[in-house]
């Protein structure tokens, strides 16, 4: 069965560095999606990406941010200088059509020291 | 505003049925979700309700009520596996973005 992968799945950076969070999404998935999970909190979206462009995003995606599809299988979330607050698990997500379910990859568990 | 509020803990023994309840208020409503998420793991999608009713699914079954704002998980034949926590998300008009709730913690006893 076909399914979201993430890299890595863990990954510990310090203060001010940037880090890259990489996605290969479901193969025929048009809609993709990064969420984020401090620990013992709720999941919250954080951006969608459809046709090369950002659709949505939320007021946690901000310009420290940005998102890119660099070719046709990958999808990457990067953060220019991490603060100790960027400390999560991040998950992606893609989906066939804009109303369909979302499935969400295994999640990278991101430590900024 | 949008807000899901489910409870924050529950408790049940092997072979039981529970039933986890949502409630949401939210500019609009487009469909709303049920996730299974294990410790440390990714939500795992469960079911999906966008009309009023029941689905079920085996041992999973989801109620929705549109006009009440409200949703239940039902789980029957409960496994030790079934300890996890449930996530209620709730989808709006005019977006795809999902809204989850804190999340359910159930834990099965022997």
Redesign the interface.
């Known amino acids: 069965e076909p399914e979201v992968t993430q890299t890595p799945s863990h990954q510990v950076t310090q203060m001010g560095q940037e880090v890259i969070l990489r996605c290969v999404p479901i193969s025929n998935h048009l809609y993709f999606y990064w969420y984020r999970q401090i620990l013992g909190q709720k999941v919250e979206f954080l951006v969608s990406f459809y046709n090369n462009e950002i659709s949505e995003k939320s007021e946690i995606f901000d310009d420290q941010f940005s998102v890119e599809r660099p070719d046709g299988s990958n999808f990457t979330l990067k953060i220019r200088s991490t603060k100790l607050e960027d400390s999560a698990m991040y998950f992606c997500a893609s989906t066939e059509g804009s109303e369909q379910t979302q499935y969400f990859g295994p999640g990278t568990r991101l430590l900024v020291l | 505003g949008q807000n899901i509020d489910q409870p924050t803990e529950m408790t049940a023994t092997e072979g039981a049925i529970v039933q986890i309840n949502c409630t949401y208020q939210t500019s609009g409503f487009?469909?709303l979700?049920w996730?299974q998420q294990h410790a440390?793991?990714?939500?795992?999608?469960l079911s999906?309700n966008v009309l009023d009713g029941l689905e079920e699914k085996g041992r999973f079954s989801s109620f929705l009520s549109r006009s009440k704002g409200y949703s239940y998980l039902l789980l029957k034949e409960l496994q030790m596996k079934d300890s996890a926590s449930y996530?209620c998300?709730v989808?709006s008009y005019n977006?795809?973005?999902?809204?989850?709730?804190?999340?359910t913690r159930l834990q099965v006893f022997p």
Do not use: M, S, V
């Not at chain 2, 440390?40 to 999608?45: D, I, L, N, S, V």
């Not at chain 2, 977006?95 to 999340?103: A, R, V």
């Open positions: 487009n469909g979700f996730y440390g793991e990714a939500p795992t999608f999906y996530l998300a989808r977006t795809d973005k999902l809204i989850f709730g804190t999340g």
